[in-house]
């Protein structure tokens, strides 16, 4: 059970390239979201999905894309990178909340993005 | 609109002697809260929860957490430091959906 996966580890992009970071979970969990992590100002979510084929905005979603075609897979598409994108990426996944209440949510070791 | 206040950015404390990282919420209704820790260069790990009964919370690595509903307050404690709680600490809230809205963060550093 390798729980929550994130590949490239560490990424570097020139202004304007596009990229693809990859996000993937076993534990066939239904929600699943992207975060940032920027100094200072903790974790803003970026998109997120209640299960294959449904995606919604979060706090900051401008210039990134997602979709889900698989309830394991999550990618997160930079569309043309910028240099306010620098930051370090996680990937998170949960079982959606019940009636017993909120999950606790899983996260990925995260992905560093510098955008020169 | 939910919010999340951490309100030190660092706490430092002595191994041995007993921790407290303060959070504070704004929600309407019933909040679910989260604590979770970061270590270097790692994710993510939860902690503990609070959804709803006794307002005292036991989680993982010995800590505990008060929910205080008339403070709005959800504080993480524990009796006794390590140098292995260093980290970075967050609190987080949500409201009948899945979403997280975390806190800024507090870093703890435990001193030997």
């Known amino acids: 059970n390798a729980g929550v996966t994130q590949t490239p580890k560490f990424q570097v992009l020139k202004t304007g390239q596009s990229m693809t970071l990859q996000c993937a979970q076993d534990m066939n969990h239904e929600y699943m979201s992207w975060y940032r992590q920027d100094p200072g100002m903790g974790l803003r979510l970026i998109h997120y999905s209640v299960g294959a084929g449904i995606t919604d905005q979060g706090e900051v979603p401008n210039g990134y894309n997602v979709s889900r075609s698989t309830t394991e897979d999550f990618p997160l598409r930079l569309l043309s990178a910028a240099p306010s994108q620098t930051s370090v990426y996680f990937c998170?996944?949960?079982?959606?909340?019940?009636?017993?209440?909120?999950?606790?949510?899983?996260f990925g070791p995260g992905t560093r993005l510098t955008v020169l | 609109a939910q919010s999340v206040a951490q309100p030190e950015d660092q706490v430092n404390v002595a191994e041995g002697n007993p921790l407290t990282v303060k959070c504070t919420y704004s929600v309407s209704g019933n909040p679910y809260l989260f604590w979770y820790v970061q270590y270097p260069n790692r994710g993510l790990q939860f902690l503990l929860k609070y959804i709803t009964g006794d307002n005292l919370v036991k989680g993982s690595y010995g800590f505990e957490a008060e929910f205080n509903k008339s403070q709005t307050s959800f504080h993480l404690k524990k009796p006794s430091a390590l140098v292995s709680d260093s980290a970075l600490y967050f609190c987080a809230v949500n409201y009948n959906t899945d979403k997280l809205i975390f806190g800024t963060g507090t870093r703890l550093q435990v001193f030997p």
């Open positions: 998170a996944s949960s079982t959606p909340t019940g009636t017993s209440g909120s999950n606790e949510q899983f």
